[in-house]
């Protein structure tokens, strides 16, 4: 058994239980490491630090990783227009691999030989941590308590108040958060019977459409290489980009999602999302793809998209094929520069112009004008040509045989 492990650490009911568990049941040092990627508020800093301190902890770090976590993964997600099964944008999958960094470094620098997580054994997030934490660092031991203690929600509130834990939590749950920059993943309590619609009380971050303003607006989305770069021609910085985008577009009430998706662990689950910012940025993203990607290599890409998401849907962005796919979407992106314009109605999102320096629209190709440059007599031979194969064996073969 490990001596000291560093926890990946929320500030939560459970993972402040298992600071104090895993001294108590297993003799370890605990250090306590958040990673903020956009789910801390103002003044939850001190408040986290508190809590660890009081559950026992030996150190607390608390780490604000979000211009990493904005640069360094949902750029690239956002490249490949990263859509878990085409509708989700992997909001809590992305967040684990930069978790997983700033834990193997604090287990670095504090001397710990392990790094513990608060998963369950059915969810997929322990798939996440332990898989990247084993690519980065297989020296060290991954300990996972909630997997092991078998403590239902009344019974780590018991321990709480018995180990004078300041948690503001009750036996009753209704629902289990996530949340980061990219969105907000909920679940349990009546989303578990997948034919229940959605109550309104988990959403935060947007607006019922009938709430929304009546009146239609529009925001620009600029991009630079595929990367976001200002808002209605205002430059402004990943972070704030996202931030205010979040803000505007959830206003209009888009970006709900309720699915039932495939976990890796084999069950299927129905989760209920909100991501306003994430899916307005692919939306626009993928527009501007349509008019400066090469036609074969926007087509190769979106059979690629679909396995980006998979991998990191399933922990996988450190494995060599995740580095792989991401070289070859890094390579379409250097003519993705230009503008969208998104519309936003209640409840929609949609983009009705796009521009780019170097797109690949032709107008006087496209142009049934008078300026019309197209060359329409090469067409018939064309169209022979392109058909023939399918002419033969209709003659030989097929309806066209006698």
């Not at 991954?142 to 929600?153: C, D, F, Q």
Request: contains cysteine.
């Amino acid at each position: 058994m490990a001596k000291r492990v560093v926890l990946a650490y929320s500030g939560g009911l459970d993972t402040s239980v298992a600071v104090r568990w895993m001294r108590e049941e297993w003799g370890v040092e605990v250090v306590a490491c958040a990673v903020d990627v956009g789910q801390l508020r103002e003044g939850e800093e001190d408040t986290i630090r508190e809590r660890a301190v009081a559950a026992g902890a030996v150190e607390v770090e608390v780490i604000d990783a979000r211009e990493e976590y904005a640069r360094d993964f949902l750029v690239p997600a956002l490249q490949a227009n990263a859509l878990y099964e085409g509708k989700y944008p992997l909001v809590s999958a992305l967040s684990r691999p930069v978790i997983v960094e700033h834990l193997v470094a604090s287990a670095r620098r504090h001397g710990a030989d392990a790094v513990g997580h608060g998963c369950t054994g059915k969810g997929n997030d322990q798939v996440r941590f332990e898989v990247s934490t084993r690519v980065l660092a297989p020296d060290l031991e991954v300990l996972a308590p909630v997997r092991n203690w078998g403590l239902s929600r009344a019974d780590c509130v018991e321990l709480a108040a018995k180990w004078d834990i300041p948690i503001g939590a009750t036996k009753e749950k209704l629902y289990s958060i996530d949340e980061n920059m990219w969105g907000r993943a909920i679940e349990c309590g009546v989303l578990e019977n997948p034919w229940s619609s959605p109550p309104q009380e988990p959403y935060s971050i947007t607006k019922h459409p009938k709430d929304a303003p009546s009146e239609p607006t529009d925001v620009v989305v600029q991009f630079d290489a595929g990367v976001p770069v200002a808002l209605d021609g205002e430059r402004v910085g990943l972070v704030e980009c996202i931030d205010r985008l979040t803000t505007t577009v959830g206003g209009y009430g888009f970006g709900r999602l309720d699915m039932v998706e495939n976990r890796r662990v084999g069950i299927k689950s129905r989760e209920v999302y909100e991501c306003p910012a994430s899916l307005a940025l692919i939306l626009a993203h993928q527009d501007l793809e349509g008019i400066t990607l090469e036609r074969d290599v926007m087509r190769e890409k979106q059979r690629i998209e679909i396995r980006v998401s998979e991998l990191i849907y399933d922990g996988m962005w450190h494995a060599p094929l995740m580095q792989a796919l991401r070289a070859f979407v890094d390579s379409t992106q250097q003519h993705v520069t230009g503008e969208v314009r998104l519309r936003l109605d209640p409840g929609r999102c949609y983009a009705v112009g796009r521009r780019a320096p170097r797109g690949l629209y032709d107008h006087d190709l496209a142009t049934y004008d008078a300026e019309d440059a197209f060359r329409h007599q090469d067409s018939e031979g064309f169209v022979r040509l392109w058909g023939l194969s399918a002419e033969t064996w209709s003659r030989r073969q097929g309806p066209g045989a006698r």
